[in-house]
Structures are given as C-alpha cells and as structure tokens.
C-alpha cells in the first residue's frame, strides 16, 4: 500500500510536516503520546554524558545572564537536532539550562528555529 503524504500538524499555528495528527511537540499538549526517550536517543550513554556535562557546568547559562545563580538541570540542544545523532552529540551544541529556561526555549525559539532565513 503506498503511503500517505505528510499534512501539517493539527495545532494551530504549527508548520511541521507529520503522518499522524500532531508533531512530537503537540503531541502531549493534544493527549498523545511522544515516541520512547530511549527511541529519542535518551539512552544510558545519553543520561551519562548529561550527569558529566552538568557537573563541569552546574550554573544555567540564562539565568546567569539575567545575574541570578541557578542550578541547571537541562543539557539542553541550542540547535535542535531533530535526530540528526551528529548535532545530538556535538557537545558545543549543548548548554546547561534550569528547567525553567528549557520550558520557555523549547515553546518559542525551537518550534521555529529550522524556519528561520
């Protein structure tokens, strides 16, 4: 049987292009669940290199240019790598962020950042 084309994703204002109704983003948002975190790339040698990364980089990197000291918790991606393992594991593409600072990233800059010219 051939397959469907992609549609756009059901919530509004979304560009992304899926086979379901919603992009992993709006998937939680809309009751649906996101693939595994180990599907993801998540796995142990993930959750290693993250306890590594963040002992060498303790601080959130925003909340220490707004002058606040926050622990971070968050290695977060600064360019998505939408499963890209090359961009997933390059360690200068990775940051240390409070969760706080991920949520409010992750909901703005990255639902767009492949969009940007």
Not at 32 to 49: H, I, M, P, T
Not at 58 to 72: F, H
């Amino acid at each position: 049987m051939p397959r469907k084309p992609k549609k756009p994703c059901k919530h509004p204002g979304c560009p992304e292009l899926v086979e379901g109704m919603y992009c992993e983003e709006h998937a939680l948002l809309h009751g649906q669940e996101r693939r595994d975190s180990a599907v993801r790339g998540y796995d142990s040698k993930w959750r290693k290199a993250r306890e590594r990364f963040l002992k060498c980089h303790p601080l959130c990197v925003q909340c220490q240019r707004e002058g606040r000291l926050v622990k971070a918790t968050v290695v977060d991606h600064i360019k998505p790598h939408r499963g890209d393992p090359i961009l997933f594991w390059d360690e200068r593409n990775w940051q240390p962020l409070c969760k706080h600072h991920h949520d409010v990233k992750t909901m703005t800059e990255d639902r767009y950042q492949e969009y940007k010219y």
